[in-house]
């Protein structure tokens, strides 16, 4: 329960120039875009080249998201960053974003939930503010993907791709709270379905270095058999916690990591085409920056008309996963 009610002030994005097609992808794998296209929805992926990276990505869109709120780096009180594979671990991304941004008055610190990091940092956001310590919160979702997947893993790489996407806070004045309800959560005994480990070497005077360059690894079975039993449960909670029906809501943005659990949930929750947000074609699975990228690119394509009741879910290593309901007020980043 919010003490200050929440206003959503503004959505940015950035992706990489380079687009890698399914075609583009058989010339360095045993694959096809008949396979990629019907397991999985994706198309094609953004990755990033030549000196972009998680932090530049990140600094774009908290540009865009600042510029769309009309306030200035320094009007910012906290960014949190959510990042699981960030170009560095410190200085954080956080930090990074705050001196490109000017963000001379903000706290800044690192999150990492994998694919559900947007939900989290919404969930952080939202408590800081309505606390009432903190006013304006930007929240940035970034990851490259592609600096991290193993580009001979043909069952892995071609699910992902790069890009970034951020949200501002504030606290509304009005007394209308945008974020309705917010379920998180978290199951490490799982863990190991999706992993990318900091490994490191071990001292050369102990033993000579052995441990490879670190990748993504995933049991994608796995992660699908859970994700088909959990998320759909965490929907319904999060929609019966704030007294809503699947009806009551105009849009469902969900992670775009494989169109066919998509699919279900929008047959499990009885919905149109119309209603749900689908890029996973255009962009594979984004990790953190997925679900607000998805919630950009419908608004700046109109099939999100404002305003409007919006249900968000993700999943993601850790395991992690969650649902939040928010409105988007009538002419939101525009
Ligand atoms: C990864 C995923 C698309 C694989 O789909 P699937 O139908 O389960 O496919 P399988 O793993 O059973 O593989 C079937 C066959 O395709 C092959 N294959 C795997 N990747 C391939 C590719 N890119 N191209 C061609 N063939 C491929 C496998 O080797 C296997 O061959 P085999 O039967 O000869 O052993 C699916 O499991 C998935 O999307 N899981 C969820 C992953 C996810 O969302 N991760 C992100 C979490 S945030």
Not at 180 to 194: P, R
Not at 244 to 249: A, C, E, R, V
Request: glycine share 8%.
């Amino acid at each position: 329960m919010s003490f200050k009610p929440i206003q959503i002030l503004s959505i940015g994005k950035a992706v990489p120039k380079a687009v890698i097609t399914n075609d583009d992808l058989t010339k360095i794998l045993d694959t096809s875009d008949e396979w990629i296209s019907t397991r999985t929805g994706i198309k094609q992926r953004h990755v990033a080249s030549g000196d972009e990276n998680a932090t530049t990505f990140g600094i774009e869109a908290a540009k865009e998201a600042l510029l769309k709120a009309n306030l200035k780096g320094s009007d910012i009180d906290v960014i949190v960053v959510a990042a699981s594979n960030p170009f560095s671990v410190y200085p954080s991304t956080a930090c990074c974003i705050q001196e490109a941004i000017g963000a001379k008055n903000a706290v800044a610190f690192d999150i990492t939930a994998a694919c559900t990091g947007m939900l989290y940092a919404l969930e952080i956001g939202r408590s800081l503010i309505s606390g009432g310590k903190y006013k304006n919160v930007l929240l940035v979702a970034t990851d490259t993907n592609s600096k991290f997947v193993d580009w001979k893993d043909r069952a892995t790489c071609v699910l992902f791709g790069d890009a970034a996407a951020s949200i501002i806070l504030t606290e509304a004045s009005d007394g209308v709270d945008d974020i309705l309800g917010i379920n998180l959560y978290s199951d490490g005994s799982v863990g190991k379905n999706i992993e990318m480990n900091f490994k490191g070497d071990n001292c050369p005077l102990v033993e000579p270095s052995t441990l490879g360059k670190n990748k993504i690894t995933m049991n994608g079975k796995e992660v699908y058999k859970f994700v088909v039993q959990t998320l759909p449960d965490a929907i319904m909670k999060c929609l019966d916690d704030v007294n809503l029906q699947p009806k009551d809501i105009d849009y469902l943005v969900p992670h775009q990591a494989n169109y066919r659990i998509i699919e279900g949930l929008q047959h499990r929750l009885e919905f149109l085409d119309d209603k749900v947000i689908v890029n996973i074609d255009k962009y594979g699975n984004t990790s953190a920056a997925s679900v607000p990228l998805a919630l950009y690119e419908g608004l700046e394509t109109g099939k999100i008309k404002t305003p409007s009741k919006v249900l968000l879910c993700a999943f993601g290593a850790g395991m992690t996963w969650g649902a939040a309901v928010v409105n988007l007020r009538e002419g939101l980043n525009k």
